[in-house]
């Protein structure tokens, strides 16, 4: 594991990352390190008050957006409901929900104030966006946010609802707009069930880092 410098936003090559996937340590949340970091297939993931952590595991979990499940009981849900999709109109506020998902059982989360405003700067520059799910009465009850890796990965960073499956339509959203966009690969990161029943899946970091060159 490596020592990142103050100075220099470089980053060791992804290969050298441990069995767990961590790659290096220290530096600090500035918007040309994090540019950096996500064009080379790297992101943070560390708790508040310790020292920030650089990440690129192996496998990969990732979304092709034409392989994005949308199931029949989905299918009659999107059908049926009457909730409305928006790009960019929220992202504070999809931000900040992300947050208060991940602190429901605990008093901490990863997606603290530094990370936030770390974000949010990215978003200030064009670097991120969100999709927010609006329901009848104009709440914001689910979405999502993301970073734009390069002009062929985007890099879903995290989620939420307030209402059942909200986090689901935000999420196929996104693939739409990869599609759209022809973006051909969303990182997820790392696996989860939830992902998984999307319809994303792992594939070995090697495969993941050709869409970084």
Same mark, same amino acid.
């Given at each position: 594991?490596?020592?990142?410098?103050?100075?220099?936003?470089?980053?060791?090559? /992804?290969?050298?990352?441990?069995?767990?996937?961590?790659? $290096?340590? !220290?530096?600090?949340?500035?918007?040309?390190?994090?540019?950096?970091?996500?064009?080379? !297939? %790297?992101?943070?993931?560390? *708790?508040?008050?310790?020292?920030?952590?650089?990440? =690129?595991?192996?496998?990969?979990?990732?979304?092709?957006?034409?392989?994005?499940? #949308?199931?029949?009981? +989905?299918?009659?849900?999107?059908?049926?409901?009457?909730?409305?999709?928006?790009? @960019?109109?929220?992202?504070?506020?999809?931000?900040? @929900?992300?947050? *208060? /998902?991940?602190?429901?059982?605990?008093?901490?989360?990863?997606?603290?104030?530094?990370?936030?405003?770390?974000? %949010?700067?990215?978003? @200030?520059? !064009?670097?991120?966006?969100? #999709?927010? /799910?609006? @329901?009848?009465?104009?709440?914001?009850?689910?979405? &999502?946010?993301?970073?734009?890796? *390069?002009?062929?990965?985007?890099?879903?960073?995290?989620?939420?609802?307030?209402?059942?499956?909200?986090?689901?339509? $935000?999420?196929?959203? &996104? =693939?739409?707009?990869?599609?759209?966009?022809?973006?051909?690969?969303?990182?997820?990161?790392?696996?989860?069930?939830?992902? $998984?029943? &999307?319809?994303?899946?792992? %594939?070995?970091?090697?495969?993941? +880092?050709?869409?970084?060159?």
């Amino acid at each position: 594991m490596f020592q990142l410098s103050s100075h220099n936003v470089d980053f060791p090559p /992804v290969k050298l990352a441990n069995s767990e996937g961590l790659l $290096a340590f !220290g530096g600090d949340l500035s918007i040309k390190r994090l540019i950096e970091a996500y064009k080379n !297939g %790297i992101f943070p993931w560390y *708790n508040e008050g310790d020292e920030i952590l650089w990440w =690129a595991p192996d496998p990969r979990m990732v979304l092709f957006p034409e392989e994005v499940k #949308v199931s029949k009981s +989905m299918r009659a849900f999107i059908r049926k409901s009457h909730y409305r999709i928006t790009v @960019n109109e929220a992202f504070e506020e999809v931000i900040k @929900n992300c947050a *208060n /998902v991940h602190k429901k059982d605990t008093k901490h989360t990863w997606l603290h104030a530094e990370m936030q405003q770390a974000y %949010i700067s990215l978003y @200030n520059l !064009g670097k991120a966006f969100s #999709v927010e /799910v609006w @329901n009848e009465n104009s709440e914001l009850v689910g979405g &999502l946010y993301v970073v734009k890796s *390069n002009d062929r990965v985007w890099s879903g960073e995290s989620m939420f609802h307030k209402e059942s499956n909200t986090s689901k339509l $935000a999420f196929i959203h &996104l =693939a739409k707009l990869a599609r759209e966009n022809n973006i051909q690969i969303i990182d997820c990161q790392l696996y989860t069930d939830h992902l $998984a029943s &999307l319809g994303a899946r792992e %594939i070995p970091r090697i495969d993941f +880092m050709q869409y970084f060159q």
